[in-house]
Structures are given as structure tokens and as C-alpha cells.
């Protein structure tokens, strides 16, 4: 079945430092792909999505680029901050059901 | 900004006691999600809505699990009798088509079961 995998965390970084958290999928078909972050004790808030081949998704400094031939939608920011630090979740999408990754945690510290 | 409903917050409730969550998508969206979410791991779908049919409840545990849309609105996740294991995050979601890329999350509910 459709499934995705990340990089295990926690991934501790410090402010401005250059973030990757790498996510690689398996899927039939051509799946939309997705990051979602979410805070300490709250819901998923979409970041950014693609929905074919070679598509950059982009939102508040990240992006991830859709990935057919290596099956992967890696999460990139030039400079983080102290308030990225939150859980970040891979997800794919073929039929509006989402399938999510385990999520990598991030800690920036100042 | 419209939002997904859900109440409450955080629950703590007894074994093989029965526990009852609510959720109310946003205004319009015709497509509805429960998911839970174990502390460190991400959400797995429990069951999804199309209006107010069922299309996906393959993960439901079905013996203890319940859920209904009766309206095509609003939902309620059942669960009887509430087991230790499912201690964890349900989410609901909610987006506007079945198909639709970009589903909407509450803020969920924390369930603790003693």
C-alpha cells in the first residue's frame, strides 16, 4: 500500500542554520504530496503542497520539490527560526485521504 | 477565518467507560475526516464521510468504534467501552470535495483513558 517515510528527529538546530528534513514515498498512481506542521498540542496546519511531477511548493521561507524520479518531496529552509521549532509531517494524498510519515521533530534554539 | 470545530479539548475518562467526541467541519465542506494520532506518530484515517455516507472506515475498529453523520454537517466519533490503547489525538478534518487537495484540521481532542 501507499505509504511515507522521514528522516527520524529530533533535528536540533540553531537559529538561521539551513534546514532539510528529507521524506520519500511509495504510491501507485501520481499522489499529491504535502508538509504539514503542527504545534505543541494543536492540529495540523497545511505548510505547503504539490500535486505533480517537478512542482515546488512554497510557504513562509520552505519549499519541497515534487520528486517523480527519486519519490521524494524534501522539506528546505534557508534560515529557520526559534518559532519553527514544531513537529513536521510528510503526507501523500491519491484519493483525499491522507497518508501521513511519523513525523520529524524540530528544535531551534537562539 | 472559517475553522473546524471540534470539543471538547482534552478528555480523561475510565476504562470500558463509553466517550463521545464532536466534530463541526467548515461551512460547506462535504467532506469529512476522523483521525487519531498516538503520542509520536503521524494521524491514521479512522473513517472518512462523503455528505452523510461512509466512503472509507477500513480502520475503524468497529467493534468499539462508531460514527455518524447524520445531517451531512456535523459528526460525533463513539467509542465504547474506552480501552487504555486508545489514548491519543483525534482529529477531525474537513475539506470542500472528496478529491480535494488541501484538507482543513480542528485542533482535536485528547483523549486519556485510566
Known amino acids: 500500500g501507499d505509504s511515507v517515510t522521514q528522516m527520524e528527529g529530533p533535528v536540533t538546530l540553531s537559529e538561521e542554520a539551513f534546514l532539510t528534513i528529507n521524506c520519500t514515498y511509495t504510491?501507485?498512481?501520481?499522489?499529491?504530496l504535502f508538509w504539514y506542521v503542527q504545534y505543541p498540542g494543536e492540529g495540523l496546519q497545511l505548510l505547503l503542497k504539490?500535486?505533480?511531477?517537478?512542482d515546488k511548493g512554497s510557504n513562509k521561507g520552505f519549499e519541497a520539490t515534487y520528486r517523480k524520479e527519486t519519490t521524494s518531496f524534501h522539506l528546505e529552509k534557508g534560515s529557520v527560526q526559534v518559532s519553527d521549532s514544531a513537529v513536521y509531517f510528510c503526507a501523500l494524498s491519491n484519493t483525499g485521504k491522507l497518508i501521513f510519515g511519523q513525523g520529524t521533530t524540530l528544535q531551534v534554539k537562539p | 477565518e472559517a475553522e473546524v470545530a471540534q470539543s471538547p479539548r482534552y478528555k480523561i475518562t475510565e476504562k470500558s467507560q463509553a466517550v463521545a467526541f464532536w466534530c463541526d467541519p467548515i461551512s460547506g465542506h462535504a467532506t469529512l475526516y476522523w483521525y487519531r494520532q498516538i503520542l509520536g506518530q503521524g494521524p491514521e484515517l479512522l473513517v472518512q464521510?462523503?455528505?452523510?455516507?461512509?466512503?472509507?472506515d477500513s480502520q475503524l475498529p468497529k467493534d468499539r468504534f462508531s460514527a455518524e453523520r447524520l445531517k451531512g454537517v456535523d459528526s460525533t466519533l463513539k467509542i465504547q467501552p474506552a480501552e487504555l490503547g486508545d489514548s491519543a489525538m483525534y482529529l477531525c478534518a474537513s475539506s470542500f470535495r472528496r478529491l480535494d487537495t488541501e484538507a482543513f484540521f480542528g485542533q482535536g481532542t485528547r483523549l486519556t483513558v485510566v
Open positions: 504539490a500535486t505533480k511531477a517537478d
Open positions: 504510491a501507485t498512481g501520481y499522489p499529491s
Open positions: 464521510f462523503q455528505d452523510e455516507s461512509v466512503v472509507d
